[in-house]
């Protein structure tokens, strides 16, 4: 019997070879085949076009706005001409192109609009003039997408892509999921919109931990995140500091905010001014959350407390790629903001800018307007600011920065999720994933991280009371207009075609192919190489900005934690394994050549067990032994401070890091070495980094080079 999805398949397919047959009319201009065709996509260009209909305000375009990023706020898709320009692309393509493609590079997705074999590419009139290429859509399984969907689908009509809302038999080039990776199981190929380990990582205890590991270390620049506690296990310190703080300055009156872990949309949250408020348990649990200094002076517009949602695009971990959106959302409070004090802190509406909240207040203002009601986009209160004199580059910079520095301290533990999901080896499928950044304005304009949303609302209907009571989803033009350009401008930038295409955009423009041991920034096209390189004439331009590797120069020394997860991840072993054994973390040790006279292997042992112990009683979920990234890194600052104790923090880490990583490249090299001599191969090719070593006798190496080819990775037993 044939499933659902074959049928969806197939229909797909013919309506799809149907679609490049009837383009909508078209004036062809004197490069294009003379042709004109109508058809069913008029239709489809039509809705496309209503639905993303431009909503700008007239009256703004006339404010001359000093940043060039908000000036491209026109980020519809002009579908009609569309298809003019794509096939002028396209046949710019294939005679630019075919040369290049000569050169070999097939596409196994079947996505490779330059390879003059495929009967596909090319047709050819009876009078000999050249048709465009057809070229496969992209192909989307949009089957877990949940309340991302109506957004998704709009993104991919306009994009022409081939949608499989019942999911498909065989794979699909982009698997959107809702929620998380897991989505789907056992994808193996194409690109999941989910990272492993997200959620997970962003839980407000996790996220804590990561942006106090890097504010140890980088102070100053980590001064966007308001402090912290863990709860409950911080309740003793929490407790002390505020008494320490009255104790100082009777007057002194901290406000707290309280978060619990995994909690959403303001769920849980309440405000105190003493720690004897805190609800630490429920039922019989000890609640798991964090307790915040609360920012009781924010920036109020018309009297209200905001806050900026900042969509953010991971391309990809490695190298790590980051973009940012043009435009994002601003929530209003419904209730005129006052500091806090014991008689307003349950004042949600005034405290609480989620839209989740808000929305159930009376004055919650639902507008069609970009620039009014109670979610506006992040322009609008942007064009505002500098319209009362605010330097708005300075803001949007900070912006940038926050996020760069946010995305670095998250992505060591992302990189051991990852690997034990896909380790190296194993075919795909790869990542990539849009956030949710929630960020206040300070009155003095700071911009300070509230936190990150794994999985942001893609939802472009709101709720509206309809009637008392009763509540309906209707379309909201402010969210439509924001997450349509995200969610269409992501998959742009990771439509699969891209990848080759910017490597053949590469070789057109004569630019020079990576160098072994380049900078990764130099490797990566530019946006004006994908630009030049694909359909993308037709469409506006990307709403999504890239910032790293853009800024690779700027912020690339605070990136030392994932140099301390890369040893983490090499001491692992087991594949899919995320904490060290004991036996693993001796070898680290050993192969680090870190024990010595006053610290022997007893004293390693001693401190593995006195630090997983710790560990083992802060995780809410300590179901795995062992030693997870977060408790390494603290015993690699014990490691590091014991070693090189007149240093300042940060340069015991470098000055340790760099050890490390000099006696595990001298190791590898060395094993590579062993193997040639094995094979026959000549050993003055290898570099030794120490070669005293290798004047010791052959059979040591031997006896080494079978350890290591056994077991690549230095395999704890253990784990
Ligand atoms: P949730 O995930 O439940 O939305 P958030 O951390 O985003 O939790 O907090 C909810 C809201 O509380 C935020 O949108 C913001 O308005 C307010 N808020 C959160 N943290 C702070 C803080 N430290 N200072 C002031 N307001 C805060």
């Not at 609009?113 to 070229?135: E, F």
């Not at 034990?420 to 009155?443: H, N, R, S, V, Y």
């Not at 072993?573 to 070898?587: E, Q, Y």
Request: proline share 6%.
């Amino acid at each position: 019997m044939k499933s659902l999805d074959q049928d969806a398949e197939k229909e797909g397919a013919e309506s799809e070879e149907q679609a490049y047959v009837s383009s909508p009319s078209a004036s062809v201009s004197p490069d294009a085949p003379s042709i004109t065709v109508t058809g069913r996509d008029a239709n489809d260009a039509s809705t496309c076009r209503n639905r993303s209909r431009s909503r700008g305000n007239p009256a703004k375009e006339d404010i001359n706005f000093t940043v060039k990023q908000f000036t491209d706020r026109a980020l519809h898709s002009n579908i009609s001409g569309e298809n003019v320009k794509r096939q002028e692309y396209e046949r710019t393509l294939h005679i630019r192109g075919s040369d290049k493609v000569l050169q070999g590079r097939p596409e196994a997705n079947g996505n490779n609009v330059n390879n003059p074999r495929s009967k596909m590419n090319q047709d050819t009139l009876d009078n000999g003039v050249k048709l465009p290429r057809k070229k496969k859509p992209v192909t989307v399984d949009t089957s877990k997408a949940k309340t991302s969907l109506e957004a998704l689908k709009i993104s991919i009509k306009q994009l022409k892509w081939k949608e499989f809302p019942m999911g498909r038999r065989t794979a699909c080039d982009i698997y959107w999921h809702g929620v998380s990776f897991h989505d789907n199981e056992n994808i193996v190929s194409g690109q999941v919109n989910k990272f492993p380990g997200m959620v997970e990582m962003l839980r407000k205890i996790n996220m804590s931990r990561a942006v106090r590991t890097m504010q140890e270390l980088f102070p100053e620049e980590y001064d966007f995140y308001p402090r912290s506690w863990i709860l409950p296990q911080e309740y003793q310190q929490f407790t002390a500091q505020i008494c320490m703080v009255k104790e100082n300055d009777a007057t002194a009156n901290h406000t707290f905010i309280v978060k619990p872990d995994g909690g959403s949309q303001g769920d849980g949250i309440y405000l105190i001014r003493d720690p004897s408020d805190l609800k630490l348990v429920a039922g019989s649990q000890a609640k798991q959350g964090v307790v915040q200094e609360y920012i009781h002076k924010p920036l109020l517009i018309d009297k209200l407390k905001f806050d900026i949602r900042l969509y953010v695009l991971i391309k990809s971990l490695e190298p790590l790629e980051i973009y940012i959106a043009k435009e994002g959302l601003t929530r209003f409070c419904t209730e005129p903001y006052q500091e806090p004090s014991q008689k307003n802190l349950s004042h949600v509406f005034m405290h609480l800018t989620n839209y989740s909240l808000n929305v159930h207040s009376g004055n919650f203002v639902h507008s069609d307007s970009q620039s009014t009601g109670s979610k506006r986009t992040l322009s609008s209160v942007l064009y505002r600011l500098a319209a009362k004199g605010v330097d708005i580059k300075k803001v949007w910079s900070d912006i940038i920065a926050l996020v760069i520095k946010t995305v670095i301290a998250v992505v060591p533990e992302l990189k051991v999720y990852y690997q034990a999901e896909i380790p190296p080896g194993k075919p795909g499928p790869t990542c990539f994933q849009i956030l949710g950044f929630d960020i206040l304005l300070m009155k003095n304009l700071k911009p300070i991280l509230l936190e990150v949303n794994s999985n942001p609302s893609m939802r472009i209907e709101h709720e509206q009371e309809v009637a008392a009571g009763v509540f309906e989803y209707v379309p909201s033009p402010v969210d439509e207009e924001v997450k349509v350009n995200v969610i269409r401008d992501t998959l742009r930038l990771m439509d699969p075609s891209r990848k080759n295409q910017s490597i053949v955009c590469v070789l057109c423009n004569h630019r020079v192919l990576p160098r072994p041991g380049a900078e990764p920034s130099e490797e990566i096209p530019t946006e004006a190489d994908l630009k030049a390189s694909s359909t993308e004439e037709a469409l506006p331009s990307l709403c999504l900005k890239q910032v790293y590797p853009k800024y690779t120069k700027q912020f690339n020394y605070l990136r030392l934690v994932e140099r301390i997860a890369a040893l983490f991840i090499r001491f692992l072993g087991v594949k899919g394994n995320m904490r060290l054994g004991p036996t693993a973390f001796r070898t680290f040790i050993r192969s680090c050549k870190l024990t010595n006279s006053s610290f022997s292997m007893a004293s390693v042992d001693i401190l593995y067990i006195d630090i997983t112990r710790r560990w083992a009683g802060t995780m809410a979920d300590s179901r795995e032994a062992g030693m997870g990234l977060q408790a390494f890194v603290e015993a690699f600052f014990s490691l590091a401070a014991r070693r090189f104790k007149s240093l300042g923090q940060r340069q015991q880490v470098l000055a340790l890091l760099e050890q490390c990583e000099a006696q595990n490249l001298w190791e590898e090299r060395r094993s590579v070495s062993c193997s040639r001599t094995l094979s026959g191969g000549n050993r003055t090719h290898v570099a030794p980094l120490s070669p005293a070593p290798l004047r010791r006798a052959t059979s040591q190496d031997q006896r080494l080079h079978y350890r290591l080819k056994a077991r690549p990775l230095r395999v704890g037993t253990d784990n």
